[in-house]
């Protein structure tokens, strides 16, 4: 069994007086913070680290959340759409992440989902699809066919994510639903199941260590991103090559 330790690192108790109360940090950071950190902090049997500090910085994933839904909430709802390549991939990755949660959820153990939730919504939706997906979205230079594609996958995505996190944060994933998808409680949802989808995963990396390429050189030589750069695309991502070209503003 793990224990509750404070921010040095003792063993939490009454009478040493390092026991944080809940109730007043529910009330300072809401309880759906309260709850993400207990989920993504505690892992079965394994001691865990209680601070304001710590408790404080899970606030900053809600709202990472809460940015993507206010982002998102600017384009129209599409029914169904061709997909891109760049769509497919994080489709694969959202097929993963399903996986994932169910297999926490089955074992009762919240920190499984809690973690892969944080890191696919962090790392990969919003700091990697999201940006190669913006351009096509607003449809700049792409065609409407294309631009339904990105906003049916940005859609599709995020009501997923909803749906996954609703038992852990259970406040906000209801209103951010009720907001953009339905009249109805999220709570009536049944849990997203995996489909079989074009595995693309093994690209994350690439795409990845590729973006960071680019913004790294842009910043060495005090570019701005919009601002055009000359950098070829590696064979592997020339799938992707649309959407990375309009995403950095490349140079053939």
């Not at 793990?2 to 026991?19: I, P, R, V």
């Not at 609703?166 to 209801?174: E, G, H, K, L, Q």
């Amino acid at each position: 069994m793990g224990y509750g330790l404070d921010e040095k690192g003792l063993k939490m108790s009454k009478s040493k007086g390092n026991a944080l109360d809940p109730l007043p940090i529910i009330e300072k950071f809401g309880a759906d913070t309260f709850r993400f950190w207990s989920a993504s902090e505690v892992n079965h049997g394994n001691d865990f680290r209680c601070s304001e500090q710590k408790i404080e910085s899970t606030k900053k994933f809600l709202t990472k959340l809460w940015n993507v839904s206010r982002f998102l909430s600017s384009f129209p709802i599409v029914e169904s759409a061709d997909l891109a390549d760049t769509d497919k991939w994080i489709i694969s990755e959202l097929d993963k992440l399903v996986k994932d949660c169910k297999a926490g959820f089955d074992e009762y153990n919240f920190f499984i989902p809690a973690i892969a939730i944080r890191e696919f919504t962090w790392n990969i939706f919003a700091a990697q699809y999201i940006e190669m997906a913006k351009a096509r979205a607003y449809g700049i230079e792409f065609s409407d066919a294309e631009r339904d594609g990105a906003i049916y996958t940005l859609h599709k995505v995020l009501s997923t994510l909803l749906k996954l996190l609703a038992p852990i944060t259970p406040y906000i994933t209801d209103f951010l639903w009720q907001t953009l998808y339905s009249d109805k409680s999220i709570h009536t949802e049944q849990q997203p199941k995996e489909e079989s989808n074009e595995d693309l995963t093994q690209h994350t990396q690439a795409i990845s260590d590729f973006n960071s390429k680019v913004w790294n050189e842009k910043k060495e030589k005090g570019l701005h991103l919009p601002d055009s750069i000359k950098i070829e695309i590696p064979k592997e991502l020339e799938i992707f090559k649309k959407d990375l070209v309009a995403m950095h503003h490349l140079d053939s």
